[in-house]
């Protein structure tokens, strides 16, 4: 494992933000590290990258610790902050030659580095103009390259597509996997289960500063009591406790008059819909599909995702 | 490039690159630099400011007279003669600084009080309590021309005749005074009542014989201290080192907001996140704070010095030092700002008040000398202070290396406190 972190503790003012959270990387992977707002992600992910220091716990990155703040462990490591981390009044070019001399890259080096960091994230064109004048998906792309100038084997991401329209994104996602190809490990920190979805190998879910569950989406999906989910537009109050009887029926909840109800197979729909009808209530519409990581993330914590 | 020499250029071209903080650190101390320098600009070449005031003549006598007409040609005041409620409505209105109440029999009774000081009659001053300044002035004059008209009516007006008349019956009769003394006296008056009549006579002939007269003992040589006789006070050269001080602290404020809205952008995660040591990032924060600073100050008086006639008439060795040592302390000022600052909007708003407050005590607004006593000594406890009075020191009183060791000593000093404090209570978690 290129990364490896293990039993990772942190707390403010006597208040846990991390405990106890394990988490490994190997090149060419993408983790997900997926959880609500203030389940501990960022501190994690700062941690990770030597900006704090863990109450408890270690982290290896290659099977070494970060020590100090010069360490050269650091090298190794390519962060993309929350925050769109740039100089604004300086232009793209003169960001990556700053970022790639703190990392002592100099000379020939340095400028190819630039010319491939910029070519990945598309914006070769616009290395003299300066980020204030772009757009929010490329100054989010322009801050993913500044962590890619010294070449790091491992890309830290936090929440790297906060308000980014959806063609950047899928631009963003389409770096993020060629630099997998490259054989980069990434962790990728977010709270949107459709980007864990499409774009993690494996996935750590938290809350609250622990790991509730981890693996691979098929393994994450194996744990709910129901793989398919049915959402039916129906009239009226249903009584949940008596569905939840009903054969193959693993959950069921009722919001603003739409039915979700989980399934171990999407043959139970005919007779739930012959069931709902046999207790007076006029199915409107009804849609089908696989369990969803908000699901995971319901019948392990009892939350939505962004409640 | 190293990545302290990274840090430092980054520093360079984003400040000098942004126009509007240049200009506020520039442009704004040179022209309130030159408002100030020419508002209090003495030099010869000016017309001094004479000082309006009103007489109110209630005596009518000759001595009383003779107050008025002295005080109308002296260049120092603006004198009107009015009637009492006319005068003190326009004192109190501000047109005028003060008012002077000559009473009815003031003169008869100033000149007897001279031997028999039991009767002194009062001469009223009202003033504007907002240009108190002016009564000293006003005082001072009316003295000196009541002194002088009691003093010449003695010797040749008819109240002298009058009085020398009094005084010889009074000693004649006197039962007192042995004959010795008695002879003594009558003879001094005897001489006082020739003179009054060779004056009288030679003011009736129309002789250009002059009478004699009273008059100041004597008369004052004033010549300005400076760096030496050919170098008049230049206003400028004080107002220029104020200002100056006072807008490279403001640039100090900025670089420690600069500190806080990195952290808020997510750039110094960035830098944190970098192999670089915590004195690498703050040294590179100090460097380029200090040669922006030196920058500065340079720009500022190669300004002073082109177009308003500064000169550095001390020692340039000494100069250069203070302008280092300011420039330190306005670098680890900014970085105590950052350490101690929360968030860049709350923070920007109380550095600029303790700027504002140092400034001020500094003496770079207003002389120190008219602080009152207890704040001239507090404000040796200011660093702005020592710096305004090392760039003084060094310009227009024209003094040696070795009077700016000490506002050196005090500048790094504080440098040395402020970059502790600093890296005490810097907090580097994120």
């Known amino acids: 494992m290129l990364l490896d972190a293990r039993d990772l503790h942190k707390s403010y003012d006597s208040r846990p933000a991390v405990a106890g959270v394990s988490l490994s990387a190997a090149p060419g992977e993408i983790v997900g590290l997926l959880g609500p707002n203030g389940a501990g992600k960022t501190t994690t992910v700062a941690m990770l990258c030597g900006l704090l220091t863990p109450d408890r716990g270690e982290v290896l990155i290659g099977g070494n610790a970060i020590e100090g703040d010069d360490s050269r462990v650091k090298c190794r490591i390519g962060l993309v902050p929350q925050d769109i981390a740039l100089y604004e009044d300086r232009p793209a070019l003169s960001n990556l030659r700053l970022f790639g001399a703190l990392y002592g890259i100099g000379g020939a080096l340095l400028d190819?580095?630039?010319?491939?960091?910029?070519?990945?994230?598309?914006?070769?064109?616009?290395?003299?103009?300066?980020?204030?004048?772009?757009?929010?998906?490329?100054?989010?792309?322009?801050?993913?390259?500044?962590?890619?100038?010294?070449?790091?084997?491992?890309?830290?991401?936090?929440?790297?597509?906060?308000?980014?329209?959806?063609?950047?994104?899928?631009?963003?996602?389409?770096?993020?996997?060629?630099?997998?190809?490259?054989?980069?490990?990434?962790?990728?920190?977010?709270?949107?289960?459709?980007?864990?979805?499409?774009?993690?190998?494996?996935?750590?879910?938290?809350?609250h500063g622990k790991v509730v569950a981890g693996g691979t989406l098929e393994q994450l999906y194996a744990t709910l009591p129901a793989a398919q989910a049915l959402q039916i537009d129906v009239d009226g109050a249903v009584d949940l406790q008596r569905l939840g009887r009903e054969p193959g029926v693993g959950s069921a909840r009722q919001d603003e008059g739409k039915l979700f109800i989980g399934v171990d197979d999407l043959a139970r729909a005919g007779p739930l819909l012959s069931w709902l009808a046999t207790e007076g209530h006029r199915v409107r519409s009804i849609t089908s599909g696989r369990a969803t990581l908000e699901n995971v993330f319901l019948a392990l914590t009892g939350r939505q995702m962004r409640d | 490039m190293s990545a302290l020499t990274a840090l430092l250029r980054n520093d360079l071209v984003l400040y000098f690159s942004n126009r509007r903080a240049l200009i506020m650190s520039i442009a704004a101390p040179i022209a309130i630099a030159a408002f100030f320098g020419a508002l209090f600009d003495s030099s010869s070449s000016k017309k001094p400011v004479r000082v309006p005031i009103a007489v109110v003549d209630e005596d009518h006598s000759d001595i009383a007279q003779r107050i008025v007409t002295g005080m109308k040609a002296d260049a120092a005041l603006e004198v009107q003669e009015l009637p009492a409620a006319q005068a003190a409505l326009l004192v109190r209105g501000g047109k005028l600084r003060a008012v002077l109440t000559l009473p009815a029999g003031f003169g008869e009774q100033a000149a007897l009080a001279l031997f028999r000081p039991r009767d002194k009659p009062v001469l009223a001053i009202e003033y504007d309590p907002s240009q108190a300044m002016a009564l000293a002035v006003v005082r001072g004059l009316a003295m000196q021309y009541v002194m002088q008209a009691v003093g010449e009516s003695l010797i040749s007006g008819k109240l002298g005749e009058k009085f020398v008349g009094d005084a010889r019956s009074g000693i004649e009769r006197s039962?007192?005074?042995?004959?010795?003394?008695?002879?003594?006296?009558?003879?001094?008056?005897?001489?006082?009542?020739?003179?009054?009549?060779?004056?009288?006579?030679?003011?009736?002939?129309?002789?250009?014989?002059?009478?004699?007269?009273?008059?100041?003992?004597?008369?004052?040589?004033?010549?300005?201290?400076?760096?030496?006789?050919?170098?008049?006070?230049?206003?400028?050269?004080?107002?220029?080192?104020?200002?100056?001080?006072?807008?490279?602290?403001?640039?100090?404020?900025?670089?420690?907001?600069?500190?806080?809205?990195?952290?808020?952008?997510?750039?110094?995660?960035?830098?944190?996140?970098?192999?670089?040591?915590?004195?690498?990032?703050?040294?590179?924060?100090?460097?380029?704070?200090?040669?922006?600073?030196?920058?500065?100050?340079?720009?500022?008086?190669?300004?002073?010095?082109?177009?308003?006639?500064?000169?550095?008439?001390?020692?340039?060795?000494?100069?250069?030092?203070?302008?280092?040592?300011?420039?330190?302390?306005?670098?680890?000022?900014?970085?105590?700002?950052?350490?101690?600052?929360?968030?860049?909007?709350?923070?920007?708003?109380?550095?600029?008040?303790?700027?504002?407050?140092?400034?001020?005590?500094?003496?770079?607004?207003?002389?120190?000398?008219?602080?009152?006593?207890?704040?001239?000594?507090?404000?040796?406890?200011?660093?702005?202070?020592?710096?305004?009075?090392?760039?003084?020191?060094?310009?227009w009183r024209g003094l040696g290396a070795d009077a700016a060791i000490a506002p050196i000593g005090v500048l790094l000093g504080f440098s040395a406190l402020f970059a502790a404090l600093a890296v005490w209570r810097f907090d580097w978690n994120e």
């Not at chain 2, 003394?181 to 003011?203: I, M, W, Y």
């Not at chain 2, 140092?358 to 000594?377: H, I, N, R, T």
């Open chain 2, 175 to 395: 039962a007192n005074l042995n004959e010795s003394t008695r002879r003594e006296l009558l003879t001094l008056f005897d001489s006082v009542d020739r003179l009054q009549k060779q004056g009288s006579a030679a003011n009736g002939a129309g002789s250009p014989t002059v009478a004699p007269r009273f008059d100041m003992p004597f008369t004052t040589r004033e010549q300005e201290v400076t760096s030496g006789a050919d170098r008049p006070y230049n206003s400028y050269a004080h107002a220029f080192a104020g200002m100056g001080v006072q807008f490279i602290l403001f640039m100090g404020i900025d670089l420690g907001i600069g500190v806080l809205l990195a952290r808020r952008l997510g750039l110094w995660k960035r830098l944190r996140a970098a192999p670089l040591s915590r004195a690498t990032l703050l040294a590179s924060r100090i460097v380029s704070g200090s040669v922006i600073a030196l920058v500065l100050l340079a720009i500022i008086y190669a300004a002073a010095i082109a177009f308003f006639g500064v000169r550095i008439d001390g020692s340039v060795v000494g100069m250069v030092g203070i302008a280092i040592a300011f420039a330190l302390l306005t670098s680890t000022f900014g970085l105590l700002i950052a350490a101690l600052g929360k968030t860049p909007e709350a923070t920007r708003g109380l550095a600029i008040f303790a700027t504002l407050l140092l400034v001020m005590l500094g003496g770079a607004w207003v002389p120190s000398f008219v602080f009152p006593e207890w704040l001239q000594k507090l404000s040796l406890f200011v660093p702005t202070r020592w710096a305004v009075d090392g760039l003084d020191a060094m310009t």
């Open chain 1, 112 to 207: 190819e580095r630039c010319r491939d960091a910029l070519a990945l994230v598309g914006l070769s064109e616009r290395a003299r103009d300066k980020p204030q004048s772009f757009s929010g998906g490329m100054k989010r792309r322009l801050n993913i390259a500044c962590a890619l100038i010294h070449d790091p084997d491992l890309l830290l991401l936090d929440e790297p597509t906060v308000g980014v329209d959806p063609q950047s994104r899928n631009a963003i996602f389409d770096n993020l996997e060629a630099l997998k190809r490259r054989g980069k490990a990434l962790v990728y920190t977010t709270h949107y289960m459709e980007e864990a979805e499409r774009l993690c190998d494996r996935i750590v879910i938290v809350d």
